[in-house]
């Protein structure tokens, strides 16, 4: 047993390479393999759904070109190689995912981490806001808005071309999937005025009713129950957005 202590202390530095070990690396070849037919994918779920399972569930609604394997990780943990890599490059960027209500956070799997080591505590969202005024909805604006979330990942269209625009502005966020999701928020405008900017998210799968967020369901839920339950409703401040 003390050898074994003995080896779990020991780090193998696999940083540098040493002299002549440069011509042995593999990492370009696999790098690039993952950085451009791979994705990781976690099923948010307290439930085992096995690699079959989420293949035949995920082939009706993915509509790829071509073909791609599920290879198991983990628990409700999967790699998704892709014969194409448009086809990866399409589902990555229609994400969120979800099969029979449950969510698929999906997520590139960065060359220098492990796939364990891939973060899975957020998942992309396309965020509808309403109720936004025309005077409010400037670029840093619409920033300040996304800077609510995890992760403000830019609008989902171009405000330069509003042919065609459905009278409300789409930008692409991160979630937390622990935190409760935000339904909305009070704004101020330049004269002080306060107007509700409410929050829809595209996409939604099940959650939590209760506490409002994405790792659990009601059934699940480990809050007291509250008269107010749902999602989280911003507003007691004013963000000011004059
Ligand atoms: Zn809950």
Redesign the pocket.
């Known amino acids: 047993m003390a050898t074994d202590e003995g080896q779990q202390e020991q780090v193998l530095d696999l940083g540098a390479p040493g002299v002549g070990e440069e011509a042995l690396d593999l990492d370009n070849t696999v790098s690039s393999l993952v950085s451009k037919t791979y994705l990781v994918w976690k099923i948010v779920s307290s439930r085992y759904i096995s690699p079959a399972k989420v293949k035949a569930q995920t082939s009706a609604i993915l509509a790829c070109n071509g073909t791609y394997r599920v290879i198991e990780k983990g628990k409700n943990l999967f790699l998704f190689g892709f014969e194409f890599e448009h086809d990866r490059n399409k589902i990555l960027r229609k994400a969120p995912w979800s099969v029979s209500g449950q969510l698929l956070v999906v997520k590139c799997w960065p060359p220098n981490l492990a796939i364990e080591q891939v973060d899975f505590s957020t998942t992309v969202f396309k965020v509808q806001i309403h109720g936004l005024p025309p005077d409010l909805s400037s670029l840093w604006r619409i920033e300040k808005l996304g800077g609510l979330f995890a992760e403000y990942n830019g609008l989902e269209e171009t405000i330069k071309n509003m042919y065609g625009w459905l009278g409300f502005i789409r930008m692409k966020v991160q979630v937390r999937i622990d935190s409760p999701l935000i339904s909305g928020i009070l704004v101020k405008d330049f004269v002080g005025n306060t107007v509700w900017v409410s929050f829809k998210y595209e996409k939604l799968a099940d959650f939590?009713y209760?506490?409002?967020?994405l790792d659990?369901?009601?059934q699940?839920?480990?809050?007291s129950p509250r008269p107010d339950e749902g999602i989280e409703k911003r507003g007691q401040e004013a963000l000011a957005l004059g």
């Not at 209760?210 to 967020?213: A, K, L, N, P, T």
């Not at 699940?220 to 809050?223: G, L, N, P, Q, V």
Request: charged share 35%; glycine share 8%; net charge positive.
């Open positions: 939590c209760r506490c409002g967020r659990h369901t009601l699940a839920c480990k809050e």
